[in-house]
Nanobody, 117 residues
Framework: QVQLVESGGGLVQIGGSLRLSCAAS????????MAWYRQAPGKQRELVAR???????NYGDAVNGRFAISRDNAKNTVYLQMNSLKPEDTAVYYC???????????WGQGTQVTVSS
């Protein structure tokens, strides 16, 4: 069974940076796509960034130009580098992975990111 474990969340100042990590229990090569989503209280969950096994990347409009997603297959890990953080970035960030061939989705438990004023 695949399990995704996020780390790196916490409290950060406006304009600061934070790096999230998500380690998968299986090989990263088994996943077609990995992504980060986020959900703030009272708001819908939204896509932050997505990366495929072929290296294709998509960003949500709200973070494009400030965040960067990457994968390290050797470490079975996906990262989210967050820069120029704003209060609107405050949310629970969820790791997502989609297994290749079967397209089975997996979700992490989420990690809180709070951007202080």
């Amino acid at each position: 069974q695949v399990q995704l474990v996020e780390s790196g969340g916490g409290l950060v100042q406006i304009g600061g940076s934070l790096r999230l990590s998500c380690a998968a229990s299986g090989s990263s090569a088994a996943f077609y796509a990995m992504a980060w989503y986020r959900q703030a209280p009272g708001k819908q969950r939204e896509l932050v960034a997505r990366i495929t096994s072929g290296g294709d990347i998509n960003y949500g409009d709200a973070v494009n130009g400030r965040f960067a997603i990457s994968r390290d297959n050797a470490k079975n890990t996906v990262y989210l580098q967050m820069n120029s953080l704003k209060p609107e970035d405050t949310a629970v960030y969820y790791c997502y992975a989609e297994r290749r061939l079967t397209r089975t989705p997996y979700w992490g438990q989420g990690t809180q990111v709070t951007v202080s004023s």
